[in-house]
């Protein structure tokens, strides 16, 4: 069974950067795509980023897109995901999560492990 455990989260002031890591245990970390998910209070949780098995392939949420940048490396069973320009709207739990398939997807019922979270604030 594979855990995931997120750190790297905090409180920062806007146009600040922060990067989430996430790591994975078990054998099979590279057979899969990850991604990362958010859901700030009172609201659903959202797709942020996510990575395609061999790293070749991403794909973000416009909110986030140019601003994020996703990545894994597979052999230390790791994912990050780096944030630059961060703005008080991004302030939520985020969640790392391990795909059912290879290939990316925003999709939450399509992957099938998730990590407890690690809170990023961004005050104003």
């Known amino acids: 069974q594979v855990q995931l455990v997120e750190s790297g989260g905090g409180l920062v002031q806007a146009g600040d950067s922060l990067r989430l890591s996430c790591a994975a245990s078990?054998?099979?970390?590279?057979?899969?795509?990850m991604g990362w998910f958010r859901q700030a209070p009172g609201k659903e949780r959202e797709f942020v980023a996510t990575?395609?098995?061999?790293?070749?392939?991403?794909d973000y949420a416009d909110s986030v897109d140019g601003r994020f940048t996703i990545s894994r490396d597979n052999a230390n069973n790791r994912v990050y995901l780096q944030m630059n320009n961060l703005k008080p709207e991004d302030t939520a739990l985020y969640y790392c999560?391990?795909?059912?398939?290879?290939?990316?997807?925003?999709?939450?019922?399509?992957?099938?492990?998730w990590g407890q979270g690690t809170q990023v604030t961004v005050s104003s």
């Open positions: 990575i395609s098995r061999r790293g070749d392939k991403t």
């Open positions: 078990g054998r099979t970390f590279s057979v899969y795509a």
């Open positions: 999560a391990r795909g059912i398939y290879s290939v990316i997807s925003r999709r939450a019922e399509e992957y099938d492990a």
